[in-house]
């Protein structure tokens, strides 16, 4: 199986090394090469034969969401990883990215040293790298078979409560599932997208303008309404107490994530059990999957993301391949399905309360 190819495009000289540095000493990727803006990047796309491309935002020549959109004219499906600062500056330009097709985001560490740059490079980059390539390769996961379809009992539990679980990905597959919810939506909807905290106050904003439905950041203490959208925010996970108001937690991240869907699941579960609907779209890693397990064992359900719609189809695969998946659906249709879903079972034109 060959090696994933990275076109690494960066103003800064340092940045372009310590990651050309990392690729070249990672024996699954090699160094398609690099540039120091976009438009010397456009110039060398052809010749790169990239499968994937770093792509900082601001730069000079031609910034990252200019090079992106040209690029996106060349290769439309060519993966790429946004390289953002930490700020409301870098964060809007991020969104702006993702919306204009890049694949995911790295925020830029503010190491201290050469040695934490490298580690960071290691810990944050280089599995984004692979998760994105992976598809160019021939390296992704292959198909799992799903679980046998669960009985007709299951199916007609009557939903109290959604919730999402999303990370490599997201903001594109949000953008496609909640404007098509209706406004009078029947149920709470929450949302853990793994992102600093700065991007998910943003990115609810974004979806606000988008959807019908209501979104907003969660805080600790507002109240559960049918009929919301609740966006975790970043570096806190989500809770529900008594099914009526949110809670953020400080806690430990888990699967290495803060939010962590994982922990949203679980404290649905506990409150609304039968009545949770959990829905988990495109992203790196397993979370999620431990906690659709306990949504099956409280007697709710769990819709996914289809592995040809996904970005990265590593939350979705884990929770089929565990056998947890009551139904697997092109992005395009979960929407649809979350609504039918929440109908079952409730006479039209009746919303409840919770």
Request: glycine share 8%.
């Amino acid at each position: 199986m060959r090696k994933i190819r990275v076109l690494v495009v960066d103003d800064s000289a340092t940045i372009r090394r310590i990651v050309a540095d990392a690729i070249a000493a990672s024996p699954d990727l090699e160094l398609a090469g690099t540039a120091a803006n976009g438009r010397l990047a456009l110039d060398r796309l052809q010749a790169a034969r990239a499968d994937v491309v770093t792509l900082d935002v601001e730069m000079p020549v031609l910034d990252g969401i200019a090079t992106l959109k040209a690029l996106r004219a060349q290769a439309p499906r060519l993966p790429v990883l946004m390289f953002s600062s930490l700020t409301e500056k870098g964060a809007l330009a991020t969104l702006d990215a993702l919306a204009a097709g890049a694949s995911d985001f790295v925020t830029k560490s503010r190491a201290a040293s050469l040695e934490a740059a490298r580690a960071f490079v290691e810990l944050e980059v280089l599995p984004r790298l692979r998760a994105l390539g992976s598809r160019a390769t021939g390296s992704q996961a292959p198909a799992v078979r799903l679980a046998p379809a669960p009985p007709p009992s299951r199916l007609a539990s009557r939903v109290e409560a959604v919730v999402i679980g999303v990370s490599t990905g997201g903001p594109q597959a949000l953008e496609q599932v909640l404007p098509r919810l209706p406004r009078d939506l029947a149920v709470p909807v929450l949302v853990v997208q793994h992102m600093p905290a700065m991007f998910t106050e943003l990115l609810a904003r974004r979806l606000g303008t988008l959807s019908a439905v209501a979104v907003a950041e969660a805080a600790d203490g507002m109240p559960v309404l049918p009929g919301k959208v609740y966006i975790a925010k970043g570096g806190r996970h989500l809770t529900v107490e008594g099914r009526a108001t949110l809670r953020l937690d400080d806690g430990p991240p888990e699967n290495s994530c803060k939010p962590a869907a994982d922990v949203l699941f679980r404290s649905a579960a506990e409150n609304w059990k039968a009545g949770v609907l959990a829905v988990v779209l495109t992203g790196m890693g397993r979370d999620g999957c431990s906690g659709s397990e306990k949504i099956r064992a409280a007697g709710g359900s769990v819709v996914i993301q289809d592995q040809e719609t996904s970005v990265v189809w590593g939350m979705p695969g884990a929770v089929a391949g565990a056998g947890l998946a009551d139904a697997t659906l092109p992005i395009a249709g979960v929407a649809a399905e979350i609504v039918a879903r929440v109908e079952r079972g409730r006479l039209p034109g009746l919303r409840c309360a919770l």
